[in-house]
């Protein structure tokens, strides 16, 4: 029987081959899209949890909230953090600190750039599980100047992975004795490290003995905790701890939270992570679309099954006659589907494996699928086929099986009334979704569009980026490399600064509010006479630094000098903050306290106003900001230039050379540093559009499917139609008005769910569209032309036929 | 009326060639009733698809108010149909999702007759095929014999020159053919002209002239002896 259900399946598969061909390919598309997406989500919510103990590592993070001044979250702490919190509590059996420090490192022949280097606790590896691949990790940072690199680094810096013993410079004076090298680190995982310096080295990394006098949040601290440790319970007794041992209302200032290692990736988000974060809410849209694709490509395989019916029923007759029960009929139909579905889950694998290359470097992440090897994918595979087999074939097999002897192999189709509005149903749900997706990606598109596009109130064409350019020589260095730059006759302004535009705006100093008299903090930036010109920030009220304002120059107080004058340019946001209006601000003093006791303070006076420009990413409101003229903290060096930029990069890597010779050059454009905060955003947004399309088509698929069905089914009356007196364009309109109603139907479903969903959603971008009725409208028109398109060329094909065949179709 | 010269019908399979209708000439005058009879698959069904333009013949000429249509385009044979042709099938044929109103009416509205003059004509057909007290029932809740009065009443309704009746009884007990029949009948002697198709020789008997088929030939055409005399 068995055999004759397999042949009977694959005669019925290859004889109907339009339908079969869009069931398997519809579905092998579903698949894959799904596996694809499944690959992308289960990588991303599977980060750091290869560590033996990731279930019980947690990481000590700070919120930093005084009063008046916008909230700001470090993923760092404090070094004494770690100590104080396993003292205080049990739950907390260890910590490991990592301190960044990044450097110049490398031999004295050559020296590289290297941003992720940490000095860190010996135990760091009996928390994490960095894999070996020389050395002894649990002795390899018991001693100072000794250090662990990754293999690659170890490859770039010297030359090679077998260098245990060797000596590693570490800027130009420290020596570091490579005592481990580990294998690269994961992709999936928070952390981003290539070099691992000990703990005792710390002093001389910092170039500063006394470092431990700074109690500066620069720490990432992480701990181990307990087994079966409640970690919301231990983080609410954090305030009262800090109350009570550190100080009284200090968690009006600030908090420290604690996070899940394994939760870092997808929800932490905060200043200093070690690499880009993920973002949960994108594993929701995408896990949302894969359920929503996998959805739609089962309701198109019981759509298109039951179109296919007719074609079926007077088997199912003669079966029944032949003696077969209705349970025999529902067996045959859901192993044609199983068959059906595993067809499809095999190309679909095939179609993964065939893209997952391209898929996997459009998404900048690789991406394994290893279902042959990997038991657990292998299992998750036929699973998935076996469910989509018995969801998709389980209405069509109840459907067909249903089907009356005595009439169908009298010729009378089972008209089957009950199964419509499952039918219909299922496509206004298909269509539904199909719409919502439309307007979703609209809506995503116009935004982004709209965020990239908004006036950022500075110019950031034509700048060259240099970094570090004050490691050596201070200000003194700077000003001979800004000299010797501007001799090139491309080279039209030099600027420095401690940040540049799209860096996060960290740093900040005390003020006292002038209305509420709080202190506050206000994000500070330290820039050159040139600043405003080279980025062309329009000034609103006052002047810029300038050479012949020499009184402007900011210093600390000093106990010689404890109270001091500077001037500072100030943005409007940040005039606003103060409770002025922008023609009032210039010439007001601030007040800049240094001490609690008001023993030392400077007297900022506001020189300048400058328009509000977004400075940090666009995802972000402008912050109040204001500017001071420090050049021993010019960090970065920005250069405004015309012309060919590669007789511009020429010369500055001539002159680096010159000014810097020990220090590699570290170069960027100021329009690559803007685009690399949406590469990421904008990948995404090509996935979700590409995936929504897919999404669309296959809805497409379905409603073929039904048009099909309905058009199969109304043979009959066409013919009788035509016969008394119906046009071709009579029978077409009758048809995709019926359609029609289902598309308004879905319209009205969709309409409402996608407007909330989106508007819920814009409320994450500080500067957003209006939701925009047209959208809606819009989506609306193209599902309807889908339809038309759809159900208008199967009804014209229909009502073309003579209908003397429709008549003697039964 | 309407004159067949010469006209061949042929189904082409992969391998077969059956000629359904070969060499027929038939012509049915203004105001006949004619009946067509022969054996299953003799070519009736045929016959009457092409006088009611539902099917081209492969060759011949089809005269119809002296219009040769043979080769009239499917939208030309669409619209000489609708203003001339009325069908009665043996299952009815009616459309299950309108009520019998409806179904009446649906030719009328291809003929984008306006809706105050639809209604009034139909509510006369629906008397004349006394079917009134039934108008807004749907096919499925009819008898077999109500059903065809609602099919003949459709026939009606764009008062045809023609109508063609392809075994209209043959769905039917005896009681209600012959009350099709006697309504055939009534609709013959107030001028409109009938081929009807039919198994049954009483049937026959209600028309004025039969025409006998086999194997696609005309074999015999015989006239009712009342219309002999």
Known sequence: MLKSYLIIALRSLLTQRLYSAINVFGLAIGLASCILMSLFVFSEMGFDTYHAKSDNIIRVVTDLHPPGSTEQRFTTSQYKTGEAFVQEFAELTAYTRFRNVGTSMGTQQRMFNENLVYVVDANVFDLFSFEAFSGDLTKALTRPNTVVLTESTAQRLLGSTNVLGQTLMAGSDIALEVTAVIKDLPENTHLAINALVSWGTMGQMLGDEGWEENPSFNYYTYFETAKGTDVEALEAKIPAYMEEKVREGISDVFTLKLQRITDIYLTSKQAFEMKANGDINTV????????????????????????????????????????????????????????????????????????????????????????????????????????????????????????????????????????????????????????????????????????????????????????????????????????????????????????????????????????????????????????????????????????????????????????????????????????????????????????????????????????????????????????????????????????????????????????????????????????????????????????SALAIFIACLGLFGLASFTTERRTKEIGIRKVIGASVMDIVVLLSMEFSKLVLLANVIAWPIAWYVMSNWLTNFVYRIDMNPMIFVASALVAFVIAWVTVGSLASVAAHTRPIKSLRYE | MLALKNIVKLYRTESVETRALDKINIHVGKGEFVAIMGQSGCGKSTLLNTIGMLDQPSEGHYYFDGEDVANYSERRLSDLRKSNIGFIFQSFNLIDELTVFENIELPLIYQKVAKVERQQRVMDVLEKVGIAHRKDHYPQQLSGGQQQRVAVGRALICRPKLILADEPTGNLDSKNGEEVMEMLTKLNQEGATIVMVTHSDAHATYANRTIHLFDGNVVTEQMQEAYCA
């Open chain 1, 284 to 691: 929701y849209a995408f896990s949302t679309i894969a359920i929503l694709i996998l959805l739609i490509a089962c309701i198109n395989f019981m759509n298109l099954s039951t179109a296919r019916a007719t074609k079926r029923a007077k088997e199912v007759g003669v079966r029944k006659v032949m003696g077969a029960y209705k349970s025999h009929l529902v067996m045959q139909f859901l192993g044609e589907a199983l068959l059906i579905s595993f067809l499809s889950m095999a190309i679909a694998c095939g179609v993964v494996e065939a893209i997952l290359p391209t898929f996997s470097q459009f998404i900048g992440k690789e991406l394994t699928f290893n279902y042959i090897t990997d038991f657990s994918t292998a299992l998750s595979l036929v699973s998935v086929a076996v469910v989509v087999g018995i969801i998709s074939g389980s209405y069509p097999a109840f459907y067909l099986s249903a089907f009356n002897p005595a009439k169908v192999l009298k010729g009378e189709l089972t008209r089957g009334k009950s199964g419509a509005w499952l039918r219909k149903s299922l496509v206004i749900f298909q269509f539904s979704i199909a719409i919502m997706l439309m307007i979703a990606t609209t809506i995503t598109y116009l935004q982004l569009s709209y965020a990239r596009n908004i006036d950022l109130g500075y110019n950031k064409e034509n700048i060259v980026l240099l970094d570090r350019v004050n490691t050596q020589g201070g200000a003194g260095n700077w000003q001979v490399l800004k000299n010797k730059l501007l001799a090139h006759p491309q080279i039209t302004g030099v600027a420095g600064s401690s940040l540049h535009p799209t860096e996060l705006l960290v740093d900040s100093y005390q003020l006292l509010h002038p209305i509420s008299q709080e202190i506050i903090q206000m994000p500070i930036i330290v820039v050159s006479h040139d600043y405003f010109d080279v980025y062309d920030i329009e000034f609103i009220g006052g002047r810029p630094f300038a050479p012949e304002y020499g009184a402007d120059e900011f210093s600390h107080p000093t106990e010689q000098q404890p109270f001091k004058n500077v001037g500072v340019i100030v943005n409007q946001a940040a005039v606003k903050s103060l409770g002025w209006q922008d023609n009032e601000a210039l010439g007001k003093q601030l007040r800049m306290p240094f001490d609690n006791e008001g023993k030392q303070a400077l007297t900022a006076t506001i020189v300048g106003v400058v328009k509000d420009h977004h400075f940090s990413s666009l995802h972000e409101q402008i912050k109040p900001t204001y500017h001071v003229y420090y050049p021993e903290r010019f960090a970065n060096m920005s250069i405004k230039f015309e012309g060919n930029v590669s007789t511009v990069s020429q010369h500055i890597n001539e002159v680096w050379q010159q000014v810097m010779p020990n220090q590699p050059i570290i170069m960027d454009y100021m329009d690559d540093e803007f685009n690399a905060m949406y590469t990421e955003e904008d990948r995404q947004m090509t996935m979700f559009n590409l995936f």
